[in-house]
C-alpha cells in the first residue's frame, strides 16, 4: 500500500501505515491449533485464527477494513470519516479510534434518535472520549444510510465539509480487498475459513484471499460465513461487494444462517454457557458475544454434526474482542437486525 505522500489530520503517510498505527501491530496474526474433543473425536483439526490481536485499538477485521479506507482517505486529502453503526458498533469504535491516533476528524451516524437524550452507554462513551462527534437518527431514517441524497443532506445539516463517507461496518470495496490479505495468510493451511458476519465485507475478502490466481474457484480452500444478524440478506451483499471489489465473483463460500441467536447483538443463556465454557477450555480471554461466541457456536454444532470432513481443517478467525463490561454479555446490547430492524458494526 502507498500513501503516496499525502497529509490527513497534520499526518504525512509515507510508505507504510502511520507511527500510531504502526504501534503494537501484530501481522499476520497468529494462527494456533488447538485441541477440541467436539473436533478431534471426528477427526477435524481446529484452528483459530488470532485477527483480535492485530491492534489493541483496531482488533481484527477492523485493522483490516480501515486501513485501505484510511489510505483513501489520505490520497484524496479528506479531513476525516462520516460513518454509521448501531449503539453498540465495533466499527464506530474502531473509526473513532483511528481518528485519535491519526488527529484527523471522526463524525459517526447513530441509529435512534431517542438514545440522544439518554446518559451513553460505554461503546459511545468510549467513541466520544476519542473524538468522534455522534450524530442520532431515527431508525427509518438510518434505513436510508446508503441514499446519497440523505448522506448529503446530513453532511449539509452537520456542516461537514470534506470527509469521506465510509459505508456501515467498514464494507466496501476497498475494505473487501484489505481483507482478501487474511485468505492470502491462510492459503495452504486451512481448509476451511470461517468468520462471522455483520455487512459481509470480510467474508467477500477472505474468499478471495483464499483463492489467489485460482479466480473464482481457488486451490480448494473454503470460506464459510457465519451471520450474526437475520434476514438471509447476506450472500446477495457479499456478492455485491465482490463485484464492486474484483469485477466478478471470487472463491468458493457460503453461510450457516442457523446462529445468530435472534439478531445483532442478542444472546441466551446458551450462547452465554457456551462462551464461559469455550474461553475456559482453551486459556482464552471473555469471548465477545455479538461475533466471535456465535462463531465458535455454529462451528461446534456443525462439527457434532459431522458438516467437517475427517482430516480436515477448520480455522475459526477471531476477529472481535469483548469490550467493557456490556459486550461480553449480549443481553445487555439492544440491537436489532436487518428483517424489519437493522444493525451491523
Keep these: 500500500m502507498g500513501w503516496g505522500g499525502a497529509?490527513?489530520?497534520?499526518?504525512?503517510?509515507?510508505?507504510?501505515?502511520?507511527?500510531?498505527?504502526?504501534?503494537?501491530?501484530?501481522?499476520?496474526?497468529?494462527?494456533?491449533?488447538?485441541?477440541?474433543?467436539?473436533?478431534?473425536?471426528?477427526?477435524?483439526?481446529?484452528?483459530?485464527?488470532?485477527?483480535?490481536?492485530?491492534?489493541?485499538?483496531?482488533?481484527?477485521?477492523?485493522?483490516?477494513?480501515?486501513?485501505?479506507?484510511?489510505?483513501?482517505?489520505?490520497e484524496g486529502g479528506h479531513r476525516g470519516l462520516l460513518t454509521f453503526g448501531g449503539a453498540y458498533s465495533n466499527h464506530l469504535r474502531a473509526t473513532a479510534a483511528a481518528g485519535r491516533l491519526l488527529g484527523m476528524q471522526t463524525v459517526g451516524v447513530v441509529r435512534g434518535e431517542e438514545l440522544a437524550d439518554r446518559p451513553l452507554n460505554p461503546s459511545l462513551a468510549r467513541c466520544v472520549a476519542d473524538g468522534m462527534r455522534l450524530h442520532f437518527v431515527s431508525r427509518a431514517d438510518y434505513r436510508r444510510r446508503a441514499d446519497p441524497e440523505w448522506t448529503e443532506a446530513v453532511r449539509e445539516r452537520l456542516a461537514l465539509g470534506d470527509l469521506m463517507t465510509v459505508p456501515e461496518g467498514g464494507s466496501n470495496a476497498a475494505a473487501v480487498r484489505g481483507c482478501t490479505e487474511l485468505g492470502r495468510e491462510l492459503r495452504g493451511r486451512t481448509d476451511?475459513?470461517?468468520?462471522?458476519?455483520?455487512?459481509?465485507?470480510?467474508?467477500?475478502?477472505?474468499?478471495?484471499?483464499?483463492?489467489?490466481?485460482?479466480?473464482?474457484?481457488?486451490?480448494?480452500?473454503?470460506?464459510l460465513g457465519v451471520p450474526v444478524l437475520r434476514g438471509g440478506f447476506l450472500p446477495e451483499e457479499v456478492r455485491r461487494l465482490q463485484v464492486a471489489a474484483f469485477g466478478g465473483p471470487r472463491g468458493v463460500w457460503r453461510t450457516a444462517d442457523r446462529f445468530h441467536f435472534g439478531g445483532f447483538a442478542r444472546t441466551s443463556a446458551e450462547l452465554d454457557d457456551f462462551a464461559e465454557d469455550f474461553a475456559g477450555r482453551h486459556g482464552l480471554p471473555a469471548l465477545d458475544r455479538v461475533y466471535v461466541a456465535k462463531l465458535l457456536f455454529g462451528l461446534c454444532a456443525l462439527a457434532e454434526e459431522g458438516a467437517f470432513a475427517s482430516g480436515s481443517t477448520v480455522t475459526a478467525v477471531l476477529t472481535a474482542t469483548a469490550f467493557g463490561t456490556g459486550e461480553g454479555s449480549g443481553d445487555r446490547l439492544p440491537g436489532r437486525d436487518r428483517a424489519g430492524n437493522d444493525h451491523a458494526g
Design 192 to 223: 476451511i475459513a470461517a468468520v462471522a458476519c455483520g455487512t459481509g465485507g470480510t467474508l467477500a475478502g477472505l474468499a478471495a484471499g483464499l483463492a489467489g490466481g485460482g479466480g473464482e474457484t481457488g486451490g480448494g480452500a473454503r470460506a
Design 7 to 74: 497529509r490527513i489530520g497534520g499526518v504525512h503517510f509515507h510508505t507504510s501505515p502511520p507511527a500510531g498505527l504502526r504501534a503494537d501491530v501484530a501481522l499476520p496474526s497468529p494462527l494456533t491449533e488447538i485441541e477440541d474433543d467436539r473436533f478431534s473425536r471426528r477427526g477435524v483439526r481446529l484452528a483459530l485464527k488470532r485477527d483480535d490481536l492485530i491492534h489493541p485499538d483496531l482488533p481484527g477485521n477492523k485493522w483490516r477494513k480501515l486501513l485501505p479506507n484510511l489510505e483513501a482517505a489520505a
